[in-house]
């Protein structure tokens, strides 16, 4: 059984940074990425990035470009993201996901079949 914990999420300050964590227990050899999705109360669940497993390759939205990193440590099956300028629109419940279709898109949340319960990141002004 694959179990998602994410952790790090808190309370920081405009222009602060948080290192978010997303350890998946159980995880197949044959998973291909984790995602992070984010979702705002009253608004849908958005793509922030996605990691492969394997190789160098690393997916952000425009909107954190620039701004979020993702590392992996692939002996302890955990995913990094690494945050720094936030601002008060980062403010969300940050998910980790796992176990994408080989065929579908990295960032469409609904081609994942776990998903960790979430970590709160709030940015004030």
């Known amino acids: 059984q694959v179990q998602l914990v994410e952790s790090g999420g808190g309370l920081v300050q405009a222009g602060g940074s948080l290192r978010l964590s997303c350890a998946a227990s159980?995880?197949?050899?044959?998973?291909?990425?984790m995602g992070w999705f984010r979702q705002a109360p009253g608004k849908g669940r958005e793509f922030v990035a996605a990691?492969?497993?394997?190789?160098?390759?690393?997916y952000y939205a425009d909107s954190v470009k620039g701004r979020f990193t993702m590392s992996r440590d692939n002996a302890k099956n955990t995913v990094y993201p690494q945050m720094n300028s936030l601002k008060p629109g980062d403010t969300c419940l940050y998910y980790c996901?796992?176990?994408?279709?080989?065929?579908?898109?990295?960032?469409?949340?609904?081609?994942?079949?776990?998903w960790g319960q979430g970590t709160q990141v709030t940015v004030s002004s």
């Open positions: 996901a796992e176990d994408r279709r080989y065929d579908a898109s990295y960032c469409d949340p609904l081609v994942y079949k776990y």
């Open positions: 990691i492969r497993w394997s190789g160098s390759s690393t």
């Open positions: 159980g995880r197949a050899s044959s998973s291909i990425d």
